[in-house]
C-alpha cells in the first residue's frame, strides 16, 4: 500500500513538470523564434565508427567504400562534461544513435549508465552489430528505456542481402539475444527495456515484410515500424521501390490484416488507416497490432476474445491490465476447472493470479510509410506535406554529431549552429542561430534557399514528431 501511494506522489511530480515544460515549449512556439526550456529529445551521435554494412546507409554502405570520411567520436569525459548542462536545459529524452553504431563505442555501456543514473529517458538506436558480452543483463539492470533495433529483415537471408560485408549467421545472434532479453526481464520481472524493431523497405527486401512481422512477433518487440529508403543520388537510387514493388507492398499490409493475430481493438473511432485507397490526410492514423506469441498450449479463438488453455478451456474473463507500459490483458479461467488441472503447476507458477497475459506489437508509422512509398517512384517524396506542416523541430529536438557539431534536425548534418566543445549546449540552444532557425523553419517554405543544406524536401526524419508537435501546441 506503501509503494502504491509512494508511487501515486512520484507520478503527480513528473505530471506537473510535464505539463509546465509543455506550456513552456508553447510559449516560445507561439513567440515564433525564441525558447523558454530545452528539447524534448535529445539526439547524440556518439561515434560514427561502424562495424556493419548496411546497403542504405550514408555513410557506411560498401557502396561508397571508395569516399574517405572523417570518423569521429564523444569520449565519456566530454559527455559527462556536458550532462549537467542537459538536464538544467530541461531535457528529458536522449537518443543515442547517429553515423555509426553506439555499441562499437568503446565506452557505451558507461555512457548509458551515466544518463540513467542523471534520469533520463533513454533509447539507444542500435543494429545490434556487435552484441556486447551479457548486453541482455545490462540493458535489463540500468533499464534502458527503449531499444531501437535497425534491422532491416525478417530472416537471415534478407539480412545478408541488407548487409553483405557483415558476419555471416549474424541474424541468428540478434535473434538469440532478443529471446534471453525477454527472458531476463520475466525473471526480474522487469518491463524494460522496450524493444522497437526498425525496418528500411527497399527494391530488395520488400518481398520480406511479412517475415519481418513474424520475426518481430515470435521475439516480443513491442513496436515495429517501417520506412522508405531515403536513397543516395547515383549511388543507391536503384534501391528506391518501383511501381509494381509499392502495389506488392500495400497488398501485403492489407492481407496481415486477415491474420487471426491481428487486432484494431485498441483503434480509436475513425482513426483506422485505409491502405489501399490513399486519398486522405492519414499521417496519424493507426494500422493495428498483432498479439505476441503466446504461452505455450495456449491458442487464440477466432472471435480474438477468447483463448484456450492446453485442456482447451477458454478463458471467462478478459482485464485490461492498467500498470502495464503498452496495452496488455490478463485472461482469467474457470477456477474450479484449472484446480484439477495437470497442467496447474505450468499455468500457475509462483502463485501466479492469472495463468496468462498477453501483449501486443503495434506497427507504427504506416500512415508516413505508405505516403513516402507512394511518391518514392516519381520523386515527389516530401513536399507537400512539408510545406503544409510547420516545422516545430527547433523547439523539440536537438542533435549532437560526433565531431560535437549541434544540428537543429535529422537531416541538418551540414548546419552546425555551434560546438559542444566550445559552449554549452545551452548557450548554443538559446543563442540567435538557434532562434533564426526556429523562426525560419517555422514561417518560410522550404524551397527557400535558407534550407538548401538540409533539403527537406527529399526527406524529413522529423515529420512525425512535427505533426505530433503541432497536433499538441498549435491545434
Known amino acids: 500500500m506503501l509503494s502504491g501511494i509512494i508511487s501515486k506522489i512520484k507520478f503527480s511530480i513528473a505530471d506537473k513538470k510535464r505539463r509546465k515544460k509543455s506550456q513552456l515549449i508553447k510559449k516560445g512556439i507561439l513567440s515564433s523564434n525564441k525558447a523558454y526550456t530545452g528539447p524534448n529529445t535529445l539526439e547524440i551521435d556518439i561515434t560514427d565508427y561502424c562495424a556493419n554494412s548496411c546497403l542504405a546507409c550514408w555513410i557506411h554502405s560498401p557502396r561508397l567504400a571508395h569516399k574517405k570520411q572523417n570518423l569521429y567520436s564523444l ?170 514493388q509499392v502495389l506488392h507492398v500495400l497488398k501485403t499490409l492489407d492481407k496481415l490484416r486477415s491474420r487471426k493475430d491481428y487486432t484494431n481493438e485498441f483503434i480509436g473511432p475513425n482513426n483506422e488507416l485505409d491502405i489501399l485507397s490513399f486519398e486522405d490526410y492519414q499521417e496519424q492514423k493507426e494500422y493495428g497490432r498483432f498479439f505476441h506469441l503466446l504461452a505455450e498450449g495456449f491458442s487464440l479463438n477466432d472471435d480474438k476474445v477468447h483463448i484456450s488453455c492446453p485442456n482447451n478451456h477458454q478463458n471467462f474473463r478478459k482485464s485490461w491490465i492498467h500498470d502495464h507500459p503498452y496495452p496488455a490483458f490478463s485472461y482469467e479461467y474457470p477456477h474450479e476447472k484449472c484446480l484439477k488441472c495437470a497442467c496447474n503447476f505450468k499455468c500457475y507458477p509462483e502463485k501466479k493470479s492469472v495463468p496468462l497475459t498477453v501483449s501486443f506489437m503495434n506497427l507504427k508509422g504506416i500512415g508516413s510509410f505508405i505516403r513516402r512509398i507512394n511518391s518514392s517512384d516519381n520523386n515527389i517524396k516530401e513536399n507537400t506535406l512539408i510545406n503544409k506542416v510547420p516545422c516545430l523541430a527547433g523547439w523539440i529536438y536537438a542533435r549532437i554529431k560526433a565531431c560535437g557539431d549541434i544540428i537543429p534536425c535529422c537531416k541538418a548534418s551540414e548546419m552546425s549552429l555551434g560546438n559542444i566543445k566550445n559552449d554549452s549546449f545551452k548557450k548554443i540552444w538559446f543563442g540567435n542561430k538557434f532562434n533564426e532557425f526556429r523562426q525560419n523553419a517555422k514561417l518560410l517554405p522550404k524551397t527557400h534557399k535558407y534550407f538548401d543544406k538540409i533539403n527537406c524536401i527529399k526527406s524529413c526524419d522529423n515529420i512525425g514528431m512535427n505533426i505530433d508537435a503541432n497536433n499538441i501546441y498549435l491545434s
Open 75 to 244: 569520449d565519456f569525459t566530454e559527455i559527462q562534461k556536458c550532462i549537467k548542462d542537459f538536464k538544467k536545459s530541461g531535457i528529458e529524452k536522449i537518443q543515442l544513435s547517429g553515423g555509426g553504431e553506439p555499441l562499437c563505442h568503446p565506452e557505451v555501456l558507461k555512457i548509458l549508465t551515466l544518463f540513467k543514473n542523471y534520469g533520463f529517458y533513454v533509447n539507444l538506436n542500435t543494429s545490434l552489430y556487435p552484441v556486447p558480452d551479457n548486453f541482455a543483463e545490462f540493458a535489463v539492470k540500468n533499464k534502458i528505456d527503449m531499444l531501437t533495433i535497425s534491422l532491416w529483415a525478417g530472416n537471415d537471408e534478407f539480412w545478408e542481402i541488407m548487409h553483405p560485408k557483415a558476419n555471416k549467421n549474424h541474424f541468428a545472434t540478434i535473434s538469440k539475444f532478443l529471446l534471453e532479453l525477454k527472458k531476463i526481464k520475466e525473471k526480474n520481472k522487469c518491463d524494460f527495456p522496450r524493444v522497437r524493431i526498425y525496418n528500411v523497405i527497399t527494391s530488395l527486401n520488400y518481398q520480406n515484410i511479412e517475415e519481418m512481422v513474424n520475426f518481430g512477433i515470435t521475439h516480443y518487440a513491442d513496436e515495429m515500424e517501417m520506412q522508405a529508403v531515403d536513397t543516395i543520388t547515383n549511388v543507391t537510387d536503384d534501391l528506391n521501390l518501383q511501381h509494381h
